[in-house]
């Protein structure tokens, strides 16, 4: 974290209430989407240490000033009157500088009104905030203390969760009931320090996420599990928020020992739910690898010991709950703690031995390319491109375009790479095709692209004008044969259609022999084309439309 961003708690809870009062609903999503996409540009803390001013992109560039004492004061170029989305996205990212969590500031609105709501049940006006010194906590309407969350195991956390909300209204299916859910367990929160509010944040949507999907594989119907479109849609946004929050660094300070066991029970937890999830729903593999990626990898809290000892955890779960096991995320929880301890061969073995039966894609195997990538580490990365491309044999061209990102990475930083690049993806062929085209075009490599469309019986005319300008200029001599026999394929199709086709091909193969400076050539070849078609005259008039015969 920038020394020079940071908030107490007393600010941050500040600028969560100055959030839900300053910013309706839509702006505060709209908001989170800008800075999810990067847009936020060159923010800067003034010296006064409560003014941000920023540059965020939209149509065009905005300059947002933002008082952080006084959210009514703050001014965005826009034409927007008051709040906008570009303060919104300026604030979140700025929450993201000082280490604090972005959900809790894109549901503050949601917050404040659940606590209101709460306070009018209680039968006062919003009454103190839940949680802090001066509130009590009523009986219908459980809180939790600091002393609480850091003594009592998470499992518990979840029965305080499920006091507070009651036993009915619990099974939640669309965003607006996991939102509204979200938000009232959020306002039973104390304010903490910013590693036990990462925490408490990141169960508050656990807790969310179960009570999706507990229903939805209870309600498993013999041609497979069903889940609704909306529901879908709110599982994935829950996950998205899971997976941003688990992205930011835990802020486990010198004196923050205390939530150690509560991080390794959330560990427990994760692990439990990801090895018996039922494949279609993919919610808590993706989120067990964000903790061992992020808040429990090296360059956290992680260690060698911890690794080995999370790796015994896994072993001994196939023998535990047999068939039951999910084993893609089994498998590939594995290959991330081998590939943490450096064991790449045994890692990659488990792949080859594993992987056809698992239908292995290529996102799965992102997050182990990308600890390789952060890491710089180039000649790992290289062996693991090479040995697991053939086990994404199968995978749809646009899931491999991640897959060929890395190979280009690797090839920039080792050039002596690019032969066992080439050789893989053509044993990848023809799935990696998409992939095989844009690295030929990359490296300029025009003999095996021209070669590659002509196998494939590709039209030139259906290529861009644009994709076809570099041959044109750095080696046009190849397009002949291209071009030549695409015409014959044309008129052989004998309609009208065809010979269009045909004597349109026929004016860029005129200009290609200009270019070359082989107008002889081309005067034998076109004498010589029309004379062997001469009884076609339907032809013979899209060649005189065209120029192509006087």
Partial sequence: MDMDYMLDDGAWRQLLDGVAARFDELTIIRGFQYYKQGRVEELALRDDGVHVDARVKDNRMYDVAMDLDDLAASECACSANGACTHMAATLMRYAELCGRPIQALA??????????????????????????????????????????????????????????????????????????LLADLQAMRPMLPLALEQLFTLHALLFVLERMVKPAQTDSRPSG????????????????????LLGDKLALADDSSAYWDRLMETADFLRERML???????????????????WLGPGSAGSAALYEKELLQL???????????????????????LLYLARDAEALAMLTREGIK???????????????????????????????????????????????????????????????????????MPFSRTIYEEALTAHGRWERWIDLQMCMGEEPLSFRVTALKPIEKEAPELLLPFYHQAVERYVLQ????????????????????????????????????????????ALQEELRKGGLLS
């Fill in 494 to 537: 004998k309609n009208r259609d065809g010979y269009k086709a045909a004597a349109k091909l026929l004016k860029r193969l005129a200009k290609l022999y200009l270019r070359l400076k082989k107008d002889e050539r081309w005067e034998q070849f076109i004498s010589s084309f029309a004379s062997r078609n001469s009884r076609l005259r």
């Fill in 225 to 244: 599990l069903f889940i609704g479109y909306h529901t879908k849609l709110a599982l994935e946004g829950l996950c998205s928020q899971a997976r941003t």
């Fill in 358 to 428: 698992l239908m292995l894609k290529p996102e799965h195997l992102a997050p182990l390319f990308g600890v390789l990538e952060g890491a710089e580490q180039w000649t790992r990365l290289r062996d693991w491109l090479a040995e697991t491309g053939t086990l994404l044999v199968g995978s749809r061209s646009e899931d491999l375009a991640s897959y060929g990102d890395y190979w280009a990475n690797v090839v920039a930083r080792l050039p002596e790479a690019e032969p066992l690049m080439w050789r893989t993806l053509q044993e990848m």
């Fill in 107 to 180: 549901n503050a609105r949601s917050a404040l009104k659940n606590l209101a709501a709460s306070g009018k049940q209680d039968g006062g006006s919003g009454g103190p905030r839940a949680g802090s010194e001066k509130a009590s906590p009523q009986p219908d309407r459980p809180t939790v203390t600091e002393k609480e969350l850091t003594e009592l195991p998470v499992n518990k956390w979840h029965e305080r969760f499920q006091e507070r909300r009651g036993a009915v209204h619990l099974h939640v299916r669309t965003a607006q009931e996991a939102s509204d």
């Fill in 276 to 294: 018996t999830e039922d494949k279609k729903l993919g919610c808590f593999a993706p989120l067990y690898t964000s903790l061992w990626l992020h």
């Fill in 315 to 337: 072993r001994s779960a196939e023998a535990e709950l047999g068939l039951t096991l999910s084993r893609l995320p089994w498998t590939i929880g594995q290959c991330l703690l």
